[in-house]
């Protein structure tokens, strides 16, 4: 199975002015700038292309791999089900730095994903300038033409919003984690030694195309 994954920008949060148009007969009055929202919403997408199940993960921390793979066990433990003959998952990706293949959090989070599911896990990178042939990205410009005459006051705001749009008049499942997450979190080179042991790099490609076999399929 492939599935699509990236975070869009940041969604700053209040009575800004998104540059839109609104279907209200009177226009909502609103702030001429945002330079300093009391919240910020990181937008996690995974979208499964075959399907056109999107599920979109909201934070009001900061993006981090912690966050990234926290999304990806969401999406999992939600849609297992729908997916129990699944054995191998491809994940299309760019190479942010929070998904990088030499992040070393990202890299150790991957593993235990791949062990605790019991799925053997392909990440396969787009290169650099590239990122706008992912799949998933189709679905943030979908959401932005949808939300973007409203003033998104509220963060229950933003998530409902989210929830009306839809892609190939699919709804998409939306989720809040309400968590906060600590930049700069890495292991030591030891620790990666060890993890490097657990993933199969291409031998053409070692950055782009990297392998993770579960420990017990």
């Known amino acids: 199975m492939r599935i699509s994954i990236d975070a869009k920008a940041k969604v700053n949060i209040g009575e800004f002015s998104r540059g839109g148009k609104s279907r209200e007969e009177e226009p909502e009055e609103a702030l001429d700038h945002d330079m300093n929202p009391d919240i910020k919403m990181v937008p996690f997408g995974i979208f499964e292309p075959t399907t056109d199940h999107l599920s979109i993960v909201f934070s009001t921390s900061v993006e981090t791999s912690d966050f990234v793979v926290d999304c990806l066990e969401l999406w999992w433990e939600e849609n297992k089900e729908r997916h129990a003959d699944i054995r191998k998952l491809v994940i299309n990706l760019d190479n942010g730095p929070h998904v990088s293949s030499r992040r070393t959090q990202f890299i150790k989070r991957m593993i235990e994903f791949a062990d605790n599911t019991g799925l053997k896990i392909q990440l396969a990178y787009y290169p650099p300038y590239h990122s706008k042939y992912n799949p998933v990205e189709r679905c943030w410009g979908v959401l932005e033409m949808h939300w973007n005459g409203t003033?998104?006051?509220?963060?229950?705001?933003?998530?409902?919003?989210?929830?009306?749009?839809?892609?190939?008049?699919?709804?998409?499942?939306?989720?809040?984690?309400?968590?906060?997450?600590?930049?700069?979190?890495?292991?030591?080179?030891?620790?990666?030694?060890?993890?490097?042991?657990?993933?199969?790099?291409?031998?053409?490609?070692?950055?782009?195309?990297?392998?993770?076999?579960?420990?017990?399929?």
Request: charged content about 25%.
């Open 151 to 217: 003033l998104l006051s509220s963060v229950n705001k933003a998530i409902k919003w989210a929830e009306t749009m839809t892609w190939n008049s699919v709804h998409p499942a939306v989720h809040l984690i309400d968590k906060v997450y600590q930049n700069g979190v890495k292991l030591t080179k030891e620790a990666m030694k060890i993890c490097e042991e657990r993933i199969e790099r291409s031998g053409n490609l070692p950055k782009w195309d990297v392998t993770i076999e579960p420990a017990f399929g």
